[in-house]
Nanobody, 125 residues
Framework: QVQLVESGGGLVQAGGSLRLSCAAS????????MGWFRQAPGKEREFVAG????????DYAHSVKGRFTISRDNAKNTVYLQMNSLKPEDTAVYSC??????????????????WGQGTQVTVSS
C-alpha cells in the first residue's frame, strides 16, 4: 500500500479555482491507478476523477467534466486535481485514493486500496 497525503483545499468564491495535490509514499506509485473522490455532508462518497498509471487515460464525473483536470507526476509521486469554475455544489471533503491495478479506472470507492485523510473544499456563493 501507499500512504497518501492531500493538500490544497480551502475556501474560494464561486467561479474561482483551486488545485489539490496528493503526495504518495513508496516506490511503486507509478503502477497505481489514482482517483479523486468527494463527500459532502449527508451524502455518499462520489467519484470525481481518475487517472491510469501513465496519465494517458483519464475519466471524470459528468458533474465536473470540462471544469476539473486530473494529472500526475510519477517522478514526484504526486497526483493533482485542478478545479476551475467552482460551484457551491462542489463543496465537500476531497480525498485521493490508489488502486494497485494500474490500468483500469473504477468509480466505486470500494475498489481502491489506499486513501488519504481528505482536504476540505468550500465554495461560497
Amino acid at each position: 500500500q501507499v500512504q497518501l497525503v492531500e493538500s490544497g483545499g480551502g475556501l474560494v468564491q464561486a467561479g474561482g479555482s483551486l488545485r489539490l495535490s496528493c503526495a504518495a509514499s513508496g516506490r511503486t506509485f507509478s503502477s497505481y491507478v489514482m482517483g479523486w473522490f468527494r463527500q459532502a455532508p449527508g451524502k455518499e462518497r462520489e467519484f470525481v476523477a481518475g487517472i491510469n498509471w501513465s496519465g494517458r487515460i483519464t475519466d471524470y464525473a459528468h458533474s465536473v467534466k470540462g471544469r476539473f483536470t486530473i494529472s500526475r507526476d510519477n517522478a514526484k509521486n504526486t497526483v493533482y486535481l485542478q478545479m476551475n469554475s467552482l460551484k457551491p455544489e462542489d463543496t465537500a471533503v476531497y480525498s485521493c485514493a490508489a488502486r494497485r491495478d494500474g490500468e483500469h479506472i473504477y468509480i466505486s470507492p470500494r475498489l481502491y486500496d489506499s486513501w488519504g485523510q481528505g482536504t476540505q473544499v468550500t465554495v461560497s456563493s
